[in-house]
């Protein structure tokens, strides 16, 4: 399944949790990584899962997983981060202050 930019306008909890890893690099600019979100409003472990599956899928977030992940259970630590991707997409999609390119491109560097 090929998933665009019209997957977050039809679907508020894809848009919310992509908006989320937005706003975490927002508030803290300086970290490179962040810990997964691991509970939406209204949605189920397993709709989490299944939203973090279509926003990898999408190219929107990426992953590292390392033994430090694993710190603390229940959590999965400094992991996740928004791709420029997946900053573009939320500003497609009308995104109340999603990263500039600049931010995210520094993001990843």
Known sequence: ???GHEALRNDPK???LLAAYSALKKQK???EWHDRIMELPSCTTEQINK???LLLA???IETRVHGD???TAGRLESCYR???DGNAALRFAGAAAPLTDEESDDAIS
């Open 58 to 60: 999408g190219g929107w």
């Open 51 to 53: 939203l973090h599956g």
């Open 82 to 84: 928004i791709t420029p």
């Open 29 to 31: 600019p300086d970290a």
């Open 14 to 16: 894809l848009h919310a």
């Open 1 to 3: 399944m090929i998933i």
């Open 69 to 71: 992940s694993f710190k």
